[in-house]
C-alpha cells in the first residue's frame, strides 16, 4: 500500500521554525513530485510550495517566499518543508501530496498524507 504520513507539527511561538517531514512508503518518493498545502480555520486549502524531482521548489504562497523551503532525503524516503520565522498567519493544518511517478509539480495529485497541524500563537 502507498502511503503519506506527515510529522512534525507543533505549537512555536513567531519568529521560531519548524520542520515538517512527509514520508512515504510503499514507493520511492523521490521518484515523484511532492507539493505541500495548508489549510487555516475558515479558509480553503492553498498551494505552499512544490519540490520537483530535481529538486527545484517553485513557489505558490507568496506569503512564504524567503522564509519556507523543501528538501528531500531520499535514503529515509522523505520530504521535508523547512519553516523559518514564522508569522501567525502561518497558523493551519500542514498536508503533502505526491503526483505521478517521473512527473512534475503541474500534474494532478496521486497520494495525499492527513496532515499536521502547525499553530503560532504568542
Known amino acids: 500500500q502507498s502511503q503519506l504520513v506527515e510529522s512534525g507539527g507543533g505549537l512555536v511561538q513567531p519568529g521560531e521554525s519548524l520542520r515538517l517531514a512527509c514520508a512515504a512508503s510503499?514507493?520511492?518518493?523521490?521518484?515523484?513530485?511532492v507539493k505541500w498545502f495548508r489549510q487555516a480555520p475558515g479558509k480553503e486549502r492553498e498551494g505552499v510550495l512544490c519540490i520537483e524531482r530535481g529538486g527545484s521548489t517553485p513557489i505558490y504562497a507568496d506569503s512564504v517566499k524567503g522564509r519556507f523551503t523543501s528538501f528531500r532525503n531520499n535514503t529515509r524516503n522523505t520530504v521535508y518543508l523547512q519553516m523559518n520565522s514564522l508569522k501567525l498567519e502561518d497558523t493551519a493544518v500542514y498536508s503533502c501530496?505526491?503526483?505521478?511517478?517521473?512527473?512534475?509539480?503541474?500534474?494532478?495529485?496521486?497520494?495525499w498524507g492527513q496532515g499536521t497541524q502547525v499553530t503560532v500563537s504568542s
Open positions: 510503499g514507493f520511492f518518493l523521490a521518484s515523484h513530485p
Open positions: 501530496a505526491a503526483g505521478p511517478q517521473y512527473g512534475f509539480c503541474r500534474d494532478s495529485l496521486q497520494y
